[in-house]
């Protein structure tokens, strides 16, 4: 019978459970080796066991800590929801530098900023801490490089007719477009027609060609689909509105960290945001996340190191078990 760890956070409202200490070995030498041997065995039923229900909901989100890639790194992470493990996840690496600030496994001041390095199958991120009498005050996410991959790319879909999307890479590939694009808002009321609009766009977008990732083999097709509509804003940058569609359905409560990061790479490139402006991003539940370009990034890759700021906070902690004779096993989803 295992007996599984865990502690609750929420990112914006979006869950995350972590998982300190798994009671069996994933092999790989890096988070990204880590992640392919995670898809199959034990891993893979300790993550259906964690998000199915009755111990999970068909939108859990969460997280394995494993060691990092080397000593460069605080530790890695294996993200997980209801159709499998992510490469990258940044709600995620927010509540992680969030709980391990917390938990007392990094060390921060009490007044100041304290950076939680974080192996992820995409690549390296960060989380920086800002403390303020003992207190976690806020979280940023450093996120891998983004960038545009494609413009404009028709989608047929059954029943929001010919639409047209943007791509960019953000440690995942994401289709954008406009939410009136396909006749609707950005409103928890619009839930099952935001939901069915973001699984035609990607059905519709399967086998592209833009889809393929040219330098990651394995990182291939679109994660999520984004519908944004802009808000109005009295000063510099930009206030807009957004719902993250993923892994089949799923849906962002937070405005999405790396969907944030892809965001951020558009209107960089099409001159909406510029150098240093503020993209301040809110969800379908009206949480907020702020993000802005902080770097440009070298290699064959190129693209923007964005950065995403936010608030995570813990909502629980317990130990998960699967009792032998549990003639449920590790569970069902139901939606």
């Known amino acids: 019978m ?41 891993a893979n039923k300790i993550r259906k066991l964690l998000v199915n229900e009755p111990r999970g909901h068909a939108d859990m989100y969460g997280g394995f ?58 690549g390296r991120v960060t989380a920086r801490i800002t403390m303020a009498e003992g207190k976690v005050r806020e979280v940023a996410f450093h996120n891998v490089p983004s960038y545009v991959v494609a413009r404009d790319i028709e989608v047929k879909t059954a ?9 960019a890479w953000s440690g995942a590939l994401y289709a954008s477009l406009p939410a009136a694009a396909a006749g609707l808002e950005v409103t928890p009321s619009n839930l099952a027609k935001v939901i069915a609009a973001g699984h035609q766009v990607a059905a519709g977008l399967a086998g592209n060609p833009a889809t393929q990732h040219p330098l990651k083999a394995g990182f291939e097709g679109v994660f999520g689909t984004i519908f944004h509509e802009p808000m109005t804003t009295t000063g510099p940058g930009l206030r807009q509105r957004n719902v993250s569609v993923f892994a089949d359905g799923q849906v962002a409560r937070s405005p999405s960290g790396s969907g944030t990061a892809a965001r951020v790479a558009l209107l960089s490139d099409q001159g909406d945001l510029a ?32 950065e995403v700021s936010g608030r995570s906070f813990p909502v629980g902690q317990g130990k998960f078990t699967l009792d032998a004779d549990d003639e449920l096993g590790v569970g069902f989803v139901l939606r």
């Open 2 to 42: 295992w007996e599984i760890e865990t502690f609750d956070y929420h990112t914006a409202g979006e869950p995350f459970r972590i998982v300190p200490a798994l009671p069996i070995m994933i092999e790989g030498g890096t988070a990204r080796e880590r992640r392919e041997f995670a898809m199959t065995g034990d």
């Open 65 to 122: 800590v494993v060691p990092p890639n080397d000593p460069g790194a605080h530790f890695g992470a294996l993200f997980w929801h209801r159709e499998g493990f992510s490469t990258v996840c940044g709600h995620g690496t927010m509540a992680l530098g969030t709980w391990a600030v917390r938990s007392g496994l990094v060390r921060a001041p009490d007044d100041g900023e304290t950076d939680v390095v974080i192996d992820i199958p995409s």
């Open 159 to 167: 029943d929001f007719g010919r639409l047209r999307v943007d791509l």
């Open 275 to 306: 150098e240093g402006e503020i993209l301040e991003n809110y969800s379908i539940i009206d949480s907020r996340f702020a993000a802005r370009v902080v770097d440009r990034a070298g290699g064959p890759e190129g693209g923007l190191v964005v």
